[in-house]
Nanobody, 117 residues
Framework: VQLVESGGGLVQPGGSLRLSCAAS????????MGWYRQAPGKQRELVAA???????NYADSVKGRFTISRDNAKNTVYLQMNSLKPEDTAAYYC????????????WGQGTQVTVSS
């Protein structure tokens, strides 16, 4: 199983980035996909999740600014991030889960997002 993130980088406050996560080795369409982030000295937190029926869930801190989407034909999940703030700076991780109690739980290697002027 591989989850490969891309699209991170340095952006000015107010800017946008689009993260992608390409999955292989799993039946992508049955997995709940999520984006998490971890800033230095802080715990990893859920940013957004998208379920198999395309319903979504967002952390309050990103509602209205970030959008998660998935393309089952491409085995890829995206995170469109707009109106970025310095506090969005973190390593962003892709996650795939399936089954009771997260029986199948996979993580990508992470991609760094830095919001700074």
């Amino acid at each position: 199983v591989q989850l490969v993130e891309s699209g991170g980088g340095l952006v000015q406050p107010g800017g946008s980035l689009r993260l992608s996560c390409a999955a292989s080795g799993i039946i992508f369409r049955v997995y709940t996909m999520g984006w998490y982030r971890q800033a230095p000295g802080k715990q990893r937190e859920l940013v957004a999740a998208i379920f198999t029926d395309d319903t979504t869930n967002y952390a309050d801190s990103v509602k209205g600014r970030f959008t998660i989407s998935r393309d089952n034909a491409k085995n890829t999940v995206y995170l469109q991030m707009n109106s970025l703030k310095p506090e969005d700076t973190a390593a962003y991780y892709c996650n795939a889960i399936w089954g009771t109690n997260r029986r199948y739980d996979y993580w990508g290697q992470g991609t760094q997002v830095t919001v700074s002027s």
